[in-house]
């Protein structure tokens, strides 16, 4: 029984010692808010107070201030190559987008000023690959003989352009794009001069389009309305092509017309080619013998 008791005595002192502790740290809590809310209160206040006397400087009600003081920073003397470096540091960016620019610029001015200008335009037509690359440098040398520097650049350059116009072209993927450029051309007057054949006829509609050589060349055994046929001239062997022309490979010439350019533009391109057309039909063709 007496140790029952004792054991009862002690829980109960434990208890109240805890209880004792208990209080004593809610005390030391309340009184640590009390203590934050108090220097929060007091940190508010000065606040207030020294925004009023930064008014009061700016103002110029009061020229110095006890509680706030206006730092100056220490003047630095930089080197020049600190201020080179801290200049390229703050305009990376923009020096990145300048550099780039004259670059472009650059490589474009270049571009101009290097780029051989043709003196003539030929649309090859034949809807041929292997015909163009192989050919395409041969015909231009030929074209080439038959002109003086045109443009006035010292050189004398013809290309050719080769853009294939046939009904199989126009079922190939891809063939958007060649007939745009076929369009385009057709719209300006830069390329009077024409080598096709008649699966072309649909796209460029000769008739329409091409000048009728017969008052030209008639007496020329090639000559066939607006088209100079090339199968039995020498025009194969000039470009060391080994095949036979196709019968309804030609030569023809465009009508000056109204372009998106000017009508006097191509007739001055008309005017270059032509003579160029009648060398290589002196050259290739054959006359037609009198009967």
Same mark, same amino acid.
């Given at each position: 029984?007496?140790?029952?008791?004792?054991?009862?005595?002690?829980?109960?002192?434990?208890?109240?010692?805890?209880?004792?502790?208990?209080?004593?740290?809610?005390?030391?809590?309340?009184?640590?808010?009390?203590?934050?809310?108090?220097?929060?209160?007091?940190?508010?206040?000065?606040?207030?107070?020294?925004?009023?006397?930064?008014?009061?400087?700016?103002?110029?009600?009061?020229?110095?201030?006890?509680?706030?003081?206006?730092?100056?920073?220490?003047?630095?003397?930089?080197?020049?190559?600190?201020?080179?470096?801290?200049?390229?540091?703050?305009?990376?960016?923009?020096?990145?987008?300048?550099?780039?620019?004259?670059?472009?610029?650059?490589?474009?001015?270049?571009?101009?000023?290097?780029?051989?200008?043709?003196?003539?335009?030929? *649309?090859?037509?034949? &809807? +041929?690959?292997?015909?163009?690359?192989?050919?395409?440098?041969?015909?231009? @040398?030929?074209? =080439? !003989? /038959?002109?003086?520097?045109?443009?006035?650049?010292?050189?004398?350059?013809?290309?050719?352009?080769?853009?294939?116009?046939?009904?199989?072209?126009?079922?190939?993927?891809?063939?958007?794009?060649?007939?745009?450029?076929?369009?385009?051309?057709?719209?300006?007057?830069?390329?009077? *001069?024409?080598?096709? &054949? +008649?699966?072309?006829?649909?796209?460029?509609?000769?008739?329409?389009?091409? @000048?009728?050589? =017969? !008052? /030209?060349?008639?007496?020329?055994?090639?000559?066939?309305?607006?088209?100079?046929?090339?199968?039995?001239?020498?025009?194969?062997?000039?470009?060391?092509?080994?095949?036979?022309?196709?019968?309804?490979?030609?030569?023809?010439?465009?009508?000056?017309?109204?372009?998106?350019?000017?009508?006097?533009?191509?007739?001055?391109?008309?005017?270059?080619?032509?003579?160029?057309?009648?060398?290589?039909?002196?050259?290739?063709?054959?006359?037609?013998?009198?009967?």
């Amino acid at each position: 029984m007496e140790e029952n008791q004792k054991e009862k005595n002690t829980l109960e002192v434990i208890q109240e010692m805890e209880e004792q502790q208990r209080i004593q740290n809610q005390k030391l809590l309340e009184q640590e808010r009390l203590r934050e809310e108090q220097e929060r209160f007091q940190h508010e206040a000065q606040l207030k107070e020294d925004k009023k006397e930064l008014l009061k400087l700016k103002q110029g009600v009061i020229d110095s201030s006890d509680t706030i003081y206006e730092q100056h920073e220490e003047e630095k003397n930089y080197t020049f190559g600190e201020k080179v470096s801290n200049f390229i540091y703050h305009n990376k960016w923009w020096m990145g987008f300048a550099v780039f620019f004259l670059v472009m610029f650059g490589y474009l001015t270049w571009q101009v000023v290097t780029t051989v200008k043709p003196d003539m335009i030929i *649309l090859l037509l034949v &809807d +041929d690959d292997f015909f163009n690359a192989a050919c395409s440098s041969g015909i231009e @040398e030929i074209f =080439e !003989s /038959y002109l003086d520097d045109v443009n006035g650049d010292g050189e004398v350059a013809v290309d050719v352009y080769y853009i294939p116009a046939s009904q199989a072209t126009a079922e190939r993927d891809g063939y958007t794009g060649d007939q745009t450029k076929l369009f385009a051309e057709f719209q300006i007057g830069e390329a009077v *001069l024409v080598i096709s &054949d +008649d699966g072309a006829d649909e796209f460029i509609v000769p008739d329409h389009n091409l @000048e009728d050589l =017969e !008052s /030209y060349f008639g007496d020329y055994q090639e000559t066939e309305g607006v088209r100079f046929r090339l199968k039995d001239t020498d025009f194969a062997a000039r470009l060391e092509w080994d095949e036979p022309f196709d019968d309804d490979i030609y030569i023809g010439i465009r009508k000056v017309k109204q372009t998106m350019d000017s009508e006097q533009k191509m007739q001055e391109v008309y005017d270059v080619s032509f003579p160029a057309l009648q060398k290589f039909v002196q050259e290739f063709g054959h006359l037609k013998q009198a009967e």
